[in-house]
């Protein structure tokens, strides 16, 4: 997960400063693959250090890689550090690093929770409910993705719906999933096509992401703003949280998460707070790489005769459906498509793949058949791939022949420096002949000048 | 009987069932009140399970307290997330949270309220001497793994996707022979389920139906040899998600004590007699099986020639 | 002395090979494009006619699949 790279390149003492918030360690361990979670726990109310060898005796012998990759991930992030120990990795000893396990064990007992603000009397009338949260939440992520979206229909014409703001145009140009087009507007990339066919977490965390390495550009305090985001995910749903006791940062923050619809900003007479809506709620749920949780529910019905059937009245997942799939008919609450081989590779040449296809079809598969296995048609899965195998039946690199060597000593020391350098596409002991790639040509020649010369 | 397999998952979200013992007796009596008192022990539960909750946010937790007048749900992590008003549908499949919204208290204020006032029930009905004649000193362990079971396969009916469920039994007092039937049966429907049963024991003594149960539905057994780091015995064996469990060593049992109890007198028995139609327990011979009725026409015969030796498992 | 190459390296399935084969013997003597027939699934071709062959077979594939009338 890029948030945990982005953690693991900061300087030690920037992330020791991180971890003085038991927000960011509580999600910190949520991030940790199972084995090093239980690592964690095993070691959190435990001072002295533990002998390296013990640590790796309570795998057992055939986990050991996975072993191995636990242990590094956590010396990565700096949760286990090493103690004493001189040979290196020998006798080392670790013990889980002291502010991340002071924060952790007062988070555990209990003793903390989020923040509580009181609801000030001029709000408190007008609290939202948690529909409404949603819908809002909804309503403003949809839009962004519309807006992406529609940038890549032909023509890139506005649908009329409300635009994105300047900041946001910024943040998905810098992603990369809008270019300039060739007429001087704005389009989709290929990569924003991608965007588009991720699950709904991805999608968060690129945007989170982006937003807080513009933030770092502009030469704020990058940490804070990771911290903050990880405390907004532990809030409880649909609680108001004053905006006076932030700081200016945060503030600031708060106001562009809003337009993203991470949260909802209430004013009434001078005073303001924010509802963390489910979006921001799941920012944490979302570290870990097995996150299965559905945000919505499915729609599509895919049938084995290549049939979609869109059960819904969004333009967003309509426009997303165009995509890949031509529309046949639009009623009123239902949208019916065929995914043909010109549709899907028009995906193709967009940038889309055939697995991102697949993947999309069954996160978003109505509960109807959501029992069936496999959710998807394998006859709809395995032609979608071989539609995509279909466009590479013919590979062309640019290469160079060398023939006419005088000796089959010679023909095979060539060869392995050419496989050496990885430039070997394909030889032929028999004639003497192989093909290598152009790039390596240069190389492959002096290698044969210097090898006539001895 | 051969070892339970536990299943494997790719993933390490669970739903764990706690089975906590209550027993004013064994808190009292048998000498565990000094050294590590109730209210340690529910700190200690409060703290694991706010860190098993914290694990994977769609872990889920039930706690269910078994005592010697009945059993209680006292806590139950699905329902405390839905949040005050149920409008959203979707949403209940777990927030972000380690802690529960309900009202502006905490997890661990609401599970030390809960057990405490089940507690003092059961301490002021046995103060006042049970329901007439003698007071009833044993604990339903049968009963609380038949609710646990219940929460179980209630879940597994809701909607996809499902959690691995498992059990934690954290149980103190021993055997209670006229629970053998219940007991075992609980088991193999557990054993059916592929629920695997972790245990935990805090009193002086092994008991030998929780070790049947352990070894038979794939779960570890564990008996800390220092009660009052209880805490750390759980953050390191049970805390073990399914998915881990394939990677990680755990501790082997000692020795599993596969006696049977008959089914007439409730003794444990290591030779007896068992009814060929329905494979019940009996310590003496009787001309009917007690459990399905069937009729043994043979003469009484000796018992070296006609006693079926019950052996134990290797 | 070693005899260098330059070109276009094409793998690609039997059928496709043999298909590539016969666009080559189609044309006249002085625009055929294969250098080398270096086994059932690879050619060595001048590197002119990379966008060439890319259209034919495209075109190729498209004819020969249907596509519903929309």
Known sequence: ????????????????????????????????????????????????????????????????????????????????????????????????NPVFQQQLQRALSGAIGPPKDPLPPALASHKPSPADLNAYALKQWESLLLFLANAGAPGGERRGDQEPSKMIKGLLRRAGLMGTSDEGGVRISDEGFRFLLMDLYKQLWVVVREYVAEIEDQGLDGAQVTCFLMELGFYPLGEPHGVNRLSSLQKRVVEDLASVGLVYIQKAGGQSCFYPTRLASNLSASLSESSTWQPAEGFIIVETNFRTYGYTTSPLQIAILRLFTRIEYVLPNLVVGTITRESVNTAFSNGITADQIVAYLQQHAAPQIRQRVPVVPETVADQVRLWERDRNRVQQSRAVLYEEFPSQERFAAVVDYARQVGALLWQNPIERRFVASDGRHDDIRAFIRNQSRT | MAQGTVPSRTDDVSLMVITLEINPYIWDKHGMGAAFSIQAMVEQMIIFVNSYLLLHHQN?????????????????????????????????????????????????????????????????????????????????????????????????????????????????????????????????????LQVPIDVCMIGGQDSAFLQQAAHLTGGLYQKPPRPEALLQYLLMVPAMDLHSRQFLLAPRPAGVDFRASCFCHKKTIDLGFVCSVCLSIFCQFSRECSTCGAVYTMARPTPAAGAKRKEPEA | MVNALKGILIECDIPMKQFIVSINDQLPNAQKFIIYDLDDTHLFVQPHVADMLQNKVKDFLDKITYEKPA
């Open chain 1, 1 to 96: 997960m890029d948030f945990i790279r982005y953690l693991s390149e900061l300087p030690p003492v920037k992330l020791d400063r991180l971890y003085e918030s038991h927000f960011t360690c509580q999600a910190v361990l949520r991030s940790l693959p199972p084995i090093a979670k239980q690592y964690v726990l095993r070691l959190l109310f435990i001072e002295q250090p533990i002998a390296g060898e013990t640590m790796r005796g309570w795998a057992k012998p055939e986990a050991l890689g996975k072993h191995n990759a636990a242990m590094e991930r956590l010396d990565q992030l700096r949760v286990l550090l090493e103690t004493g120990g001189k040979s290196g990795k020998k006798d080392a000893s670790y013990r889980l």
């Open chain 2, 60 to 192: 889920q937790v039930a706690i269910i307290t078994a005592g010697t007048e009945g059993c209680a749900y006292i806590f139950d992590s699905a329902a405390s997330k839905q949040g005050p008003s149920n409008a959203q549908p979707a949403a209940t499949n777990g927030s972000a949270n380690g802690v529960s919204e309900e009202g502006e208290r905490g997890i661990g204020s609401i599970l030390a309220s809960r057990i405490q006032r089940v507690v003092s029930e059961a301490e002021q009905k046995w103060k006042d001497g049970g329901s007439g004649g003698e007071p009833n000193r044993t604990t339903y362990l049968s009963g609380a793994l038949s609710m646990a079971l219940c929460y179980v396969q209630r879940c597994l009916r809701g909607p996809k996707p499902q959690p691995q469920p498992r059990m934690l039994c954290i149980h103190g007092s021993p055997d209670a022979p006229q629970q053998y039937i219940a007991t075992m049966n609980a088991m193999f429907s557990a054993q059916k």
